[in-house]
């Protein structure tokens, strides 16, 4: 008699998801049956609750970065985390071609409109200065002020109106570029300061006082 095919075996289901979604069903019917064993009608863990007994919610991997976090979240961790610290190694660092949706203000590069014209100087670590081509196409950053504000909508159900003074002057603004540098970063990397308090003119306040 031959051996039973085992239920988890990739050749028996030509398009597994039916079959996936039944082990779904059973997986999350054990979520009742625990707390039915349990005399409890709410799983609760570390000040979050779930009804064992309502069906799961599905959501794709996509849908949750979408609702939960997003590319601008998931881009800005990743670089401070990960990239930012390894960059001004030995030589400063230019970072450039960030992608257009992480520079609201900076027009695109001619040869390739996924990317701003924008870059970054870091030494150490240490971001230095912040530098961008100016967007001067009113329409374009009217479109991208309106979907910035519908995603701020969606996630936190609030939005800001758009600066209209601003888009008007945009129209009649010369092709321009600029560079924000932290002068006093500047300072004390050049200085040999460990705290960047140790370099600024003004006082400021001991968080621990």
Partial sequence: MAAATPWW??????????FLLGRARITAALLAIAARAAGTGRIAFRGREADPFVAPER????????????????????????????????????????????????????????????FELYVCGVEIANAFGELTD???????????MAEKQRRYGERYPVDEDFLAALGRMPPACGSALGFDRLVMLATG????????????????D
């Fill in 59 to 118: 959501l794709t991997v996509a849908d949750a970065f979408k609702r939960f976090a997003g590319w601008s979240d998931v881009f800005s961790r990743v670089l401070v985390e990960r990239i930012e610290p390894n960059l001004g190694i030995g030589r400063a660092t230019i970072l450039c071609e960030y992608p257009v949706v992480e520079a609201a203000l900076a027009r695109t590069r001619p040869s390739d409109p996924r990317v701003a014209e924008r």
């Fill in 193 to 208: 300061a460990t705290r960047i308090e140790q370099v600024i003119w003004t006082q400021v306040a001991d968080p621990t």
């Fill in 9 to 18: 075996a990739p050749h028996v289901h030509a398009d597994r998801r039916p």
């Fill in 138 to 148: 009113a329409a374009e950053q009217r479109r991208r002020f309106d979907a910035e």
